[in-house]
């Protein structure tokens, strides 16, 4: 083992979450087995955002950069 994750193997855990991935409402969750989740802040206050929006989100009304 050479401790070196490929581009390849880093896609089998971490989904490209689009625009999740630097949006100020996303809050990242990683579980005991190392999924990793991206739950809407945004969804506790409107109900059109899902509260764990199906990825990569790729065009969204509430995006809002960091
Ligand atoms: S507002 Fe959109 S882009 Fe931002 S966290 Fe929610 S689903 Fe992701």
């Given at each position: 083992?050479?401790?070196?994750?490929?581009?390849?193997?880093?896609t089998t855990t971490r989904p490209?979450?689009?625009?999740?991935r630097d949006c100020q409402h996303a809050r990242r969750i990683e579980?005991?087995?190392?999924?990793?989740f991206f739950m809407c802040e945004l969804s506790f206050e409107d109900?059109?955002?899902a509260k764990y929006p199906?990825?990569?989100v790729l065009v969204c009304?509430?995006?809002r950069p960091k």
């Open positions: 083992m050479t401790g070196v994750t490929t581009p390849a193997d880093d490209d979450p689009g625009l999740c579980s005991d087995r190392g999924s990793i109900s059109r955002f199906r990825l990569p009304s509430g995006y």
